[in-house]
């Protein structure tokens, strides 16, 4: 065997390249979502965006599903959705990947009272971790993953929760659980709130509790890939969409950096955000899913 073969042999043994993150792609990404203005449940920004997501998936080769269910929040009654894009369905070995895509009605963390009332519009909590979602359908759409299927899954109604009331937050994810009868996903990857210019993605703790070892895996590609916005220290319990995954047994891991002064107030806009954190949470995905 001649050089040349062997050469070619090792090159094909190991020809899984990982594709590339495109940061200042998803970033636009975000930058439409809030286009559209608020997205809270009942809002015109939610029912446009619910098209936008529809639409943008469709053209970007997945097979989408939706999940309607009512919640009722303060009183009033809203039809929400939930949004799986499935890629290569017909692979038994699957990741769920999810984000939620709905904003907090109220921005009532903000330092002027009088904005207690108004809808946020919500860059980084929630368009980021959907932005990045809609790159990587991009990515997969052009790049077939050698082992697993990916669902990327759009939650609803995570924001119109009430603090220290666990169960009215994530309320979509809550409901996927419940619904979900298809292919058992072998771990659950959520991220949140992961567009800050300034990204420091403290390990959380349902997270370690739970799933330890999906815990080690993420971090050991950001640090093999110097991606210093993983930091190793712990942070807090913290309620999000994969906490309804945890409880119902599955491998599951939040993602997400809650150090944000502009969480749930009418600062939480683009400027506050940037390309490269999307990038740095994208690019660990990517490696994720193609590694
Ligand atoms: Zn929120």
Known sequence: MSLIWLCALFLSGCSSTIP??????AF???????EFGPRNPGSKGHAQCKDYFIDFLNSHGATVSTQEFPIEVRGEQYQCTNIVASYYPEKPRRIFIG????????????????NHNTPIAGANDAASGVAVLMELATILQANEPEVYGIDLIFFDAEDAGSYGQNESWCLGSQYFV???????PEFVIVIDMIGD???DILIESF?????????KKVWDIARKNDIRAFSSKMT??????????LEAGYEAIDIIDMEYPYWHTIEDTPDKCSPKSLQDVGTVLTHLIYE
């Not at 939620?100 to 963390?109: E, F, G």
Request: glycine share 4%; net charge negative.
């Open 20 to 25: 590339e993150f495109n940061g200042e792609k």
């Open 28 to 34: 636009e990404y975000l930058e439409a979502q809030c």
């Open 99 to 114: 984000a939620h895509w709905d904003t907090r009605p109220w921005a009532d963390r903000d330092a002027d009272v009088t």
């Open 178 to 184: 419940e619904q979900y009868s298809g292919k058992e």
């Open 197 to 199: 210019a300034d990204l």
């Open 207 to 215: 997270s370690q509790k739970s799933s330890p070892a999906l815990v």
């Open 236 to 245: 807090n319990y913290i309620y999000d969409d994969h906490y309804p995954f």
